[in-house]
């Protein structure tokens, strides 16, 4: 089993809607949660972290749900510049452990 | 602020060629560095990490090697490149919890 595991999209949505996705993370010990943002051949951008009682960052709202082991993030309002893939991360005892993305296309 | 810098950021290697990329980072002290590598369509693949200079981890076995000659710069290097050896090559730096990502390398083996 991966230890970080995201549907892979791809999520085509209007501008204007929202769109939420989940990631799945296989380690119950793991610390800390993280969203990254890529861009078609770019690097990784950390995006926002993710706190247990959940967090929002302008049209950004990320959750995280121990019990179940998943951590979501929802888009409210989509730009046409919010498409992208989006890296769910999970660090572990000593290291990092991503996901392959979701991406979001966001059209006109 | 703290930048990461890491090159080149294309290259097109034969078959059996060697391989050097190297990183870089400005702003801070004794960071820990990374290097990674994503194929197409999946996850960040951890190669190699290092908590010090001369200090290296290696996650998987491959024909990579990495090392750490000073604080601040970390080299990606391998003496015969295989076809499986090409994808997308990222460095990147951490003090805390956190990670941040140089430009990346693309690498095509052929």
């Known amino acids: 089993r991966k230890e970080v595991e995201q549907d892979p999209g791809p999520f085509n949505v209007p501008e204007g809607a929202t769109v939420a996705f989940n990631c799945t993370y296989s380690n119950s010990a793991s610390q800390s949660f993280f969203w990254y943002r890529q861009d078609c051949r770019k690097e990784p951008k950390l995006l926002m972290s993710?706190?247990?009682s959940g967090n929002e960052d302008g049209r950004f709202t990320a959750q995280l749900n121990r019990a179940s082991q998943y951590i979501s993030l929802l888009i409210r309002d989509s730009k046409l510049s919010d498409s992208a893939t989006y890296l769910c991360v999970v660090r572990g005892d000593y290291k990092l452990s991503f996901g392959a993305g979701t991406t979001v296309t966001v059209r006109a | 602020s703290q930048t990461i810098h890491q090159w080149p950021a294309t290259l097109v290697q034969p078959v059996g060629s060697p391989l050097s990329l190297e990183c870089t980072v400005e702003?801070?002290?004794?960071?820990?560095l990374y290097w990674y590598r994503q194929a197409a369509g999946r996850g960040l693949q951890l190669l190699f990490y290092?908590?010090?200079?001369?200090?290296i981890s290696s996650e998987v076995p491959q024909n990579l090697s990495a090392s750490r000659p000073q604080d601040r710069q970390f080299i990606l290097s391998s003496k015969k490149l295989l076809l499986s050896d090409s994808g997308f090559y990222l460095c990147a730096w951490s003090t805390g919890n956190t990670i941040y990502f140089g430009e990346g390398s693309w690498l095509t083996v052929v």
């Open positions: 290092s908590v010090g200079i001369g200090q």
């Open positions: 702003g801070t002290s004794n960071p820990n």
């Open positions: 993710v706190y247990s």
